[in-house]
């Protein structure tokens, strides 16, 4: 595995080969996830699909969207563990 610097100064590891110590947060955040899904466009699916949050909440509709992204890439990792990773950046 190895690390690269992506546009906005933050890093993402590469995958070589599945290494016993790396934990998940080696490999995901909220920054990564959102260079390959920026979130006005994001906003902008879920306004035209009637689902856009009307107001702010702990984890409004864009952060969901991230969210079920990030579960579907890893997909071995529990909710929680992924979950936290993803807001781990925000706070």
């Known amino acids: 595995m190895g690390r690269r610097s992506l546009q906005n100064g933050s890093y993402c590891c590469v995958f070589t080969r599945r290494e ?7 490999y995901i955040s909220l920054g990564v996830i959102a ?6 466009e994001v906003r902008e699916v879920l306004k ?13 509709a864009h ?8 579960l579907a890439l890893y997909m ?4 929680r563990e992924v979950l936290r990773c993803l807001l781990e950046g925000v706070q």
Do not use: N
């Open 20 to 26: 016993p110590h790396c934990r998940i947060t080696d």
């Open 35 to 40: 260079q390959f899904f920026p979130v006005d």
């Open 63 to 70: 952060v969901m969207v991230y969210y079920i992204i990030a």
């Open 76 to 79: 071995r990792s529990s909710y």
């Open 48 to 60: 035209q699909t009637g689902r856009a949050s009307v107001r702010e909440h702990d984890l409004p």
